[in-house]
């Protein structure tokens, strides 16, 4: 990364990643981050918002990686690892929801969305990747509207003081960085420090397709592609690429 990528602030945004698919477009270089105190519309995955009251930490990060179009799911398990590696020295130890859901215990402490610009097949890589952040750091539960308090978590809930949002996103960033620079050739060393954070593993969990076709399982692990393996009470493996998995009361193994 290059000695001193931009920083560029706002009191509020409606969507940092908006902000810095725009920025990307213009040619913003690598590592330049867009960061916001709270958010009017945050996104999610899956189409959905993602509630961004003041305390969090909101930030997009945008990476021009040499990388080929199948990489990208990768950026977004690098970006969850980074994230867990980095809140491990702060007292937590999240747990990654495939793709990239962070959850202490059964709640929610944040989320990863990762866009890259329209790609074209005429293009040799993709030019940038914006991997979008949202971490509950300062915010409490009861900032957030029902029936989100019961669902999400944060890291002051959890250590019972306040955590400084300048030095995370710094921290995140350079590990982020590390960890997608390393790829190509590190991919393994990446799994395992996923392997190691996987929340699914051995729960109950369901998986909805593009037709609206649930299938329920066990979460069985992260696939060499980084797609997700399913698998049903027969012992069929689903392996899962895209869509929402929901994770049901109960274990089925482990
Ligand atoms: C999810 O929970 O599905 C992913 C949430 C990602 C939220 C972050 S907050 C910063 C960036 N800006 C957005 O609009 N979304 C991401």
Not at 64 to 78: F, I, Q
Not at 79 to 104: F, M, Q, R, T
Not at 144 to 169: A, G, K, Q, W, Y
Request: net charge positive; with cysteine.
């Amino acid at each position: 990364m290059q000695a001193k990528p931009a920083v560029v602030r706002y009191p509020e945004a409606d969507s940092t990643n908006s902000l810095a698919l725009e920025l990307g477009r213009q040619g913003a270089p690598h590592g330049t981050v867009v960061v916001a105190a709270r958010q009017t519309g945050g996104r999610g995955r899956a189409g959905r918002g993602f509630v961004s009251p003041p305390g969090g930490l909101y930030m997009s990060v945008i990476l021009r990686p040499d990388l080929a179009l199948g990489y990208l799911r990768l950026v977004t398990l690098a970006a969850g690892v980074a994230c867990s590696v980095v809140l491990e020295k702060h007292g937590i130890s999240p747990l990654l929801k495939w793709p990239n859901d962070l959850y202490c215990g059964r709640k929610k402490l944040g989320g990863i969305l990762t866009e890259t610009a329209p790609w074209s097949a005429a293009q040799a890589g993709v030019p940038f990747v914006v991997v979008g952040i949202g971490l509950n750091v300062n915010s409490l539960p009861a900032d957030f509207p029902p029936p989100l308090p019961d669902l999400v978590t944060s890291l002051s809930e959890i250590t019972h003081r306040r955590h400084d949002l300048d030095l995370l996103r710094r921290e995140i960033v350079r590990q982020l960085d590390y960890l997608v620079s390393g790829l190509e050739h590190n991919t393994e060393a990446l799994f395992s420090l996923w392997r190691q954070r996987d929340f699914l593993l051995g729960r109950n969990i369901s998986w909805q397709d593009e037709n609206g076709l649930v299938v329920h399982g066990t979460g069985a692990g992260l696939l060499p592609d980084g797609s997700y393996r399913l698998r049903t009470p027969e012992g069929l493996i689903h392996p899962i690429l895209a869509g929402v998995l929901k994770v049901h009361p109960g274990r089925l193994t482990g």
